[in-house]
Protein backbone atom coordinates (compact mmCIF):
# COMPACT_ATOMS: atom_id res chain seq x y z
CA UNK A 1 0.00 0.00 0.00
CA UNK A 2 1.43 3.56 -0.80
CA UNK A 3 0.79 6.15 1.53
CA UNK A 4 0.95 9.36 -0.55
CA UNK A 5 0.47 12.99 1.32
CA UNK A 6 0.79 16.16 -1.48
CA UNK A 7 -0.05 19.66 0.57
CA UNK A 8 -1.14 22.89 -1.94
CA UNK A 9 -0.97 25.95 -0.50
CA UNK A 10 -3.33 28.30 -3.41
CA UNK A 11 -3.08 31.94 -2.58
CA UNK A 12 -7.39 31.94 -2.99
CA UNK A 13 -9.75 31.98 0.06
CA UNK A 14 -11.14 29.30 1.35
CA UNK A 15 -14.77 29.28 0.05
CA UNK A 16 -13.31 29.79 -2.86
CA UNK A 17 -10.81 26.47 -3.16
CA UNK A 18 -13.53 24.43 -2.02
CA UNK A 19 -15.84 25.54 -4.39
CA UNK A 20 -13.40 24.25 -7.35
CA UNK A 21 -12.92 21.14 -5.62
CA UNK A 22 -16.33 20.23 -4.81
CA UNK A 23 -17.87 21.23 -8.01
CA UNK A 24 -20.45 18.33 -8.93
CA UNK A 25 -19.71 18.58 -12.46
CA UNK A 26 -16.30 17.21 -11.32
CA UNK A 27 -13.97 20.08 -13.32
CA UNK A 28 -11.10 18.61 -12.27
CA UNK A 29 -10.13 17.23 -15.69
CA UNK A 30 -10.64 21.25 -17.10
CA UNK A 31 -7.62 22.40 -14.82
CA UNK A 32 -5.23 19.35 -13.99
CA UNK A 33 -3.09 18.50 -17.01
CA UNK A 34 -2.93 15.09 -17.79
CA UNK A 35 -5.96 14.09 -16.23
CA UNK A 36 -9.20 12.67 -17.89
CA UNK A 37 -12.92 11.89 -17.19
CA UNK A 38 -14.39 8.94 -19.27
CA UNK A 39 -17.51 9.27 -17.08
CA UNK A 40 -18.60 11.09 -14.29
CA UNK A 41 -22.00 11.04 -11.89
CA UNK A 42 -23.18 14.19 -10.04
CA UNK A 43 -24.85 14.15 -7.11
CA UNK A 44 -25.56 17.76 -6.20
CA UNK A 45 -26.13 18.77 -2.44
CA UNK A 46 -28.10 21.34 -0.44
CA UNK A 47 -25.17 23.81 -1.09
CA UNK A 48 -24.99 23.21 -4.53
CA UNK A 49 -21.54 21.58 -4.07
CA UNK A 50 -20.80 17.76 -4.97
CA UNK A 51 -22.26 15.57 -2.49
CA UNK A 52 -22.36 11.89 -1.31
CA UNK A 53 -22.70 9.65 -4.78
CA UNK A 54 -20.74 11.70 -6.88
CA UNK A 55 -18.57 9.65 -8.67
CA UNK A 56 -15.78 10.07 -11.47
CA UNK A 57 -13.80 7.48 -13.84
CA UNK A 58 -10.98 9.01 -14.43
CA UNK A 59 -7.40 8.31 -16.11
CA UNK A 60 -3.96 10.04 -15.36
CA UNK A 61 -0.78 10.19 -17.52
CA UNK A 62 2.14 9.53 -15.83
CA UNK A 63 5.57 11.56 -16.88
CA UNK A 64 6.95 8.09 -17.28
CA UNK A 65 4.70 6.76 -20.31
CA UNK A 66 1.83 4.77 -18.46
CA UNK A 67 -1.55 5.85 -17.93
CA UNK A 68 -3.76 4.55 -14.98
CA UNK A 69 -7.52 4.27 -14.44
CA UNK A 70 -9.76 4.33 -11.56
CA UNK A 71 -12.44 5.84 -10.15
CA UNK A 72 -13.37 8.05 -7.51
CA UNK A 73 -16.38 7.72 -5.39
CA UNK A 74 -17.31 10.80 -2.89
CA UNK A 75 -18.18 8.93 0.58
CA UNK A 76 -18.09 11.84 2.62
CA UNK A 77 -17.68 15.91 2.52
CA UNK A 78 -18.18 18.31 4.67
CA UNK A 79 -17.98 22.30 3.49
CA UNK A 80 -15.46 24.27 5.27
CA UNK A 81 -17.18 26.55 8.31
CA UNK A 82 -16.57 28.58 11.33
CA UNK A 83 -13.04 27.95 11.18
CA UNK A 84 -13.29 24.38 10.79
CA UNK A 85 -11.64 22.23 7.31
CA UNK A 86 -13.71 21.16 4.90
CA UNK A 87 -13.08 17.38 4.17
CA UNK A 88 -14.06 14.66 1.47
CA UNK A 89 -13.52 11.10 1.89
CA UNK A 90 -13.64 9.51 -1.52
CA UNK A 91 -13.01 5.87 -2.11
CA UNK A 92 -10.73 4.56 -5.14
CA UNK A 93 -11.10 1.65 -7.52
CA UNK A 94 -9.99 0.10 -10.78
CA UNK A 95 -5.69 0.59 -11.24
CA UNK A 96 -5.77 1.96 -7.52
CA UNK A 97 -7.72 0.42 -5.05
CA UNK A 98 -7.93 2.03 -1.73
CA UNK A 99 -8.93 6.04 -0.77
CA UNK A 100 -8.26 9.17 -0.90
CA UNK A 101 -8.99 11.81 1.67
CA UNK A 102 -9.32 15.82 0.99
CA UNK A 103 -8.67 18.57 3.65
CA UNK A 104 -8.97 22.07 2.62
CA UNK A 105 -8.59 25.05 5.44
CA UNK A 106 -7.93 28.59 5.55
CA UNK A 107 -4.30 29.50 6.62
CA UNK A 108 -2.64 32.80 6.97
CA UNK A 109 0.71 33.82 5.58
CA UNK A 110 2.83 32.03 7.62
CA UNK A 111 0.32 28.29 7.01
CA UNK A 112 -0.98 29.33 10.60
CA UNK A 113 -4.89 28.59 10.65
CA UNK A 114 -7.17 31.50 11.10
CA UNK A 115 -9.73 32.77 13.14
CA UNK A 116 -10.95 35.92 14.72
CA UNK A 117 -11.56 36.82 18.17
CA UNK A 118 -14.68 36.31 18.54
CA UNK A 119 -14.15 32.66 17.50
CA UNK A 120 -15.68 32.59 14.07
CA UNK A 121 -13.40 32.03 11.03
CA UNK A 122 -11.96 34.65 8.95
CA UNK A 123 -11.50 33.77 4.89
CA UNK A 124 -7.77 33.87 5.25
CA UNK A 125 -5.37 35.22 2.80
CA UNK A 126 -4.69 31.58 1.22
CA UNK A 127 -6.03 27.91 1.54
CA UNK A 128 -3.93 24.69 2.52
CA UNK A 129 -5.51 21.76 0.86
CA UNK A 130 -4.18 18.49 2.33
CA UNK A 131 -4.67 15.09 -0.66
CA UNK A 132 -4.05 12.09 1.27
CA UNK A 133 -3.90 8.42 -0.86
CA UNK A 134 -4.02 5.64 0.90
CA UNK A 135 -4.14 3.23 -2.23
CA UNK A 136 -2.40 -0.06 -3.86
CA UNK A 137 -2.02 -0.66 -6.98
CA UNK A 138 -4.07 -3.64 -9.11
CA UNK A 139 -2.87 -4.28 -12.00
CA UNK A 140 0.09 -7.23 -12.20
CA UNK A 141 2.70 -4.54 -13.59
CA UNK A 142 1.66 -2.14 -11.80
CA UNK A 143 2.15 -4.20 -8.33
CA UNK A 144 5.65 -5.72 -9.74
CA UNK A 145 7.10 -1.98 -10.61
CA UNK A 146 6.07 -1.11 -6.69
CA UNK A 147 7.96 -3.28 -5.17
CA UNK A 148 11.42 -2.87 -7.60
CA UNK A 149 11.29 0.51 -7.48
CA UNK A 150 9.00 2.48 -5.82
CA UNK A 151 11.26 5.53 -5.91
CA UNK A 152 10.16 6.11 -9.42
CA UNK A 153 6.43 5.70 -9.13
CA UNK A 154 6.75 8.17 -6.04
CA UNK A 155 8.04 10.52 -8.06
CA UNK A 156 5.77 10.24 -11.05
CA UNK A 157 2.94 11.01 -8.44
CA UNK A 158 4.74 13.87 -7.11
CA UNK A 159 5.10 15.43 -10.51
CA UNK A 160 0.96 14.40 -11.19
CA UNK A 161 0.26 16.60 -7.99
CA UNK A 162 2.43 19.40 -9.08
CA UNK A 163 0.91 19.85 -12.06
CA UNK A 164 -2.78 19.56 -10.67
CA UNK A 165 -1.62 22.50 -8.03
CA UNK A 166 -0.35 24.41 -10.70
CA UNK A 167 -3.62 23.87 -12.68
CA UNK A 168 -5.52 24.63 -9.46
CA UNK A 169 -3.89 27.98 -8.65
CA UNK A 170 -4.31 28.97 -12.76
CA UNK A 171 -7.97 28.26 -12.35
CA UNK A 172 -8.34 30.11 -9.34
CA UNK A 173 -6.79 33.39 -10.76
CA UNK A 174 -9.54 33.25 -13.76
Do not use: C
Not at 1 to 17: D, E, G, I, N
Not at 45 to 71: E, M
Amino acid sequence: MFTLKSVWRPAAPVARVWSVLADPRFTWPDWWPGLTAAATRPVVGPDGLAAAGTWADLRVRSPLGYSLQFRLDLRQTTAPSDGEPGRALLDVSGDLAGSADVTVRAVGDAGVSTSSTNGGSTSGRSTEVQLLWLVSPVPAWFRVAARIGPAPLAWAHAHVMRAGERGLAERLRD
